[in-house]
């Protein structure tokens, strides 16, 4: 299968968090179906695969699949998928076929991880907006997706006609993408304070459509309380049940950070269920992540 050139641009681990998406929204929209393998596949190498020494036999990663609903035939559809971005390479061991995780797959897992998992405080008003507005010729429109592309999993707000916004904090990261993407002759940036006339906060309200980012919190919250709940006089977490839980939760929450920019708490409703969503996921990672780790452990140990 011959790959385009948004696929050449656009095989790193980040352009493919959660899935193989285009866009954390069309990964979001495939929570289900037939996208899931691909998506569980990532978040089983990316959590389990690197704690672990970085390699593990096929037969195990089609084992634990198993374990999350997922055949065979799809989980080795999914892993083939992974060889062909370069995030995995093939490398037997006595008496197992396996893979490995590349350099380049470390290498994007480390830049993923800051964003899943680091402190995500809200901006600050005051600092103001970074602007891009972009122009890229008609015979070169697969550019103008890649950076489209880009744009949405770096968490900016599309204002229309070519033109994006985001805190001002997202400036180095756009800054580094657009080099890395050797796009800088099709990019103007600006730092901007928003003067009028619309009110800032209807602005941006379309920009990242916080209507719909509302709904997909709730229904993680709706999803992820029982959960939690389930857990929450158990000392110590561990077995089948624990990884399933942790992965799914990991599945499901992988995508806020990129559809979420840490938008000013002045231009957020005072219930805004991003907070609770976001105690939630954090409280169960606490929780379940090493108990999950250890079950992988026993499953794949060789």
Not at 84 to 89: A, I, N, P, Q, T
Not at 212 to 227: G, H, K
Request: charged fraction near 25%.
């Amino acid at each position: 299968m011959q790959e385009s050139e948004s696929d050449r641009i656009d095989g790193t681990w980040t352009g493919a968090t959660p899935s193989m998406a285009t866009t954390p929204r069309s990964g979001a929209a495939a929570d289900s179906g037939a996208g899931r393998p691909k998506m569980l596949i990532m978040d089983v190498c990316g959590a389990y695969m690197r704690p672990l020494g970085g390699w593990f036999a096929i037969a195990k990663i089609v084992q634990l699949m198993n374990e999350l609903g997922v055949d065979e035939a799809a989980t080795r559809s999914a892993l083939l998928r992974m060889r062909r971005k370069g995030l995995l390479e093939p490398e037997n061991r006595p008496g197992a076929r396996g893979l490995r995780l590349t350099d380049q797959a470390l290498t994007a897992l480390e830049d993923t991880d800051r964003r899943i998992f680091g402190p995500r405080p809200p901006a600050y008003l005051g600092d103001g907006w970074i602007l891009l507005s972009f122009s890229v010729p008609e015979d070169q429109r697969a550019k103008r997706h890649v950076l489209r592309s880009q744009l949405s999993w770096l968490g900016f707000g599309n204002l229309g006609n070519g033109l994006w916004m985001a805190p001002r904090r997202m400036r180095d990261a756009l800054k580094k993408t657009v080099e890395q993407l050797g796009f800088q002759q099709y990019v103007l940036m600006f730092e901007a304070q928003y003067t009028g006339f619309t009110e800032l906060s209807a602005l941006v309200g379309e920009a990242w459509d916080l209507a719909e980012l509302a709904t997909l919190y709730t229904e993680f919250v709706d999803w992820c309380a029982p959960i939690a709940e389930r857990w929450q006089d158990v000392r110590s977490p561990a077995g089948p049940q624990a990884f399933i839980d942790y992965t799914l939760a990991l599945y499901h929450w992988r995508k806020f950070p990129y559809l979420d920019p840490g938008l000013p708490k002045d231009l957020l409703p005072d219930d805004w269920a991003g907070h609770r969503a976001a105690e939630l996921f954090f409280d169960l990672r606490n929780r379940l992540e090493a108990g999950a780790i250890d079950h992988v452990r026993k499953v794949c140990a060789f």
